[in-house]
């Protein structure tokens, strides 16, 4: 039976895909998206309608199965007129993202990513049985040296204003859940990559420099280790974790397997067909060594199954850039 979704955050670029995806099996879907300029409102935009297009040439939904409202999750009266209609699951992506923008202003990332979180559940407290599913972000693991990091570590020492502000979330959501009994799925996602990944990004924005011919900016010395999650993967989790929504559970999703910082650039100038130059930089504030996740609970419950090693999955992002680039440059 399909279900009528919000998805915070839909423009984005998880959000975009796991639309797509909520849409291709015959689900109704809400998008809210504020539009902000944390990168090009066009490209999200973009995003909403390749979303459209793909609504309207399924054969499981209509361009009518989506619906985009503008508005930001912070404002209290906005939300309250958008759950009026009632829906049956929220997916929250919504939210300031990023380790090292976050150092900049960590009171914009706790008002969007705390305050707006709490808006949400404070919208579900008087209709409990909507299912409840949360982005969180490995970077919650902090400096965690015991790895592959498991949902059972204690989360202590969150190492940037971001990581703190996900794990916030992840609490006041088992606050809601326990007071409220809100279905909640709390999902750590492991540095996502694809088509749409923001440009500000590792893999775009190097993909971007090495084919341009500019120097890679490489922190330290290039044996940090990163679980490199294609999109689809992560969406295919999401998806189960909406399906399988009960209680209150954290997931962790990612590919369960590292890539070293000097291997991925590697494997992104061999997709390219071009040598990377690097400009060497120190480490940066915020950055941890190694993510690893250990995905036995997602798989054991969900029936998560990441197939997309890094390999493929840069020759898949690389052929979408340039892609992209080639219908950019003949419509300019």
């Known amino acids: 039976m399909s279900s009528h979704v919000l998805v915070t955050g839909g423009a984005g670029f998880i959000g975009s895909h796991l639309c797509e995806a909520l849409l291709g099996r015959g689900d109704r879907v809400t998008i809210v998206d504020n539009f902000n ?10 995003n909403v309608e390749a979303i459209r297009a793909r609504a309207a040439h399924s054969t499981h939904s209509a361009g009518s199965d989506v619906r985009l409202v503008e508005a930001d999750i912070r404002d209290r009266e906005a939300m309250a007129r958008l759950f009026e209609g009632g829906f049956d699951a929220v997916v929250h992506l919504a939210a300031m993202a990023g380790v090292r923008p976050s150092l900049a202003d960590p009171l914009l990332y706790e008002d969007v990513n705390v305050r707006g979180t709490l808006v949400l559940l404070e919208e579900l407290k008087a209709r409990p049985e909507t299912r409840f599913v949360f982005a969180s972000s490995s970077s919650v693991y ?58 500000e990004m590792a893999i775009h924005k190097f993909t971007a420099a090495i084919l341009e011919g500019r120097p890679i900016p490489f922190f330290g010395d290039g044996t940090t280790r990163r679980d490199y999650t294609y999109v689809d993967d992560i969406v295919q989790g999401v998806v189960a ?92």
């Open 37 to 46: 300029d944390f990168y090009d409102p066009a490209i999200k935009r973009a």
């Open 142 to 199: 902090g400096g965690n040296e015991d790895v592959p990091f498991s949902e059972d570590d204690e989360i202590r020492r969150p190492i940037s204003p971001y990581a703190a502000t996900k794990r916030a979330g992840e609490l006041v959501a088992y606050t809601h859940h326990h007071l409220y009994g809100i279905p909640t799925s709390c999902l750590r996602f492991f540095t996502v990559y694809g088509p749409r990944q923001r440009p």
């Open 241 to 332: 974790a909406l399906d399988h929504c009960e209680g209150y559970e954290i997931y962790n999703l990612g590919e369960s397997a590292t890539t070293t910082l000097a291997e991925l650039v590697e494997g992104i100038g061999r997709a390219c067909g071009r040598e990377p130059v690097l400009e060497r930089l120190p480490m940066q504030p915020g950055d941890v060594l190694v993510t690893y996740a250990d995905v036995d609970k997602a798989k054991s419950r969900l029936g998560y199954r990441p197939t997309t090693p890094v390999a493929q999955g840069l020759e898949r992002f690389v052929a979408w850039y340039q892609e992209t680039r080639s219908s950019s440059a003949a419509t300019s």
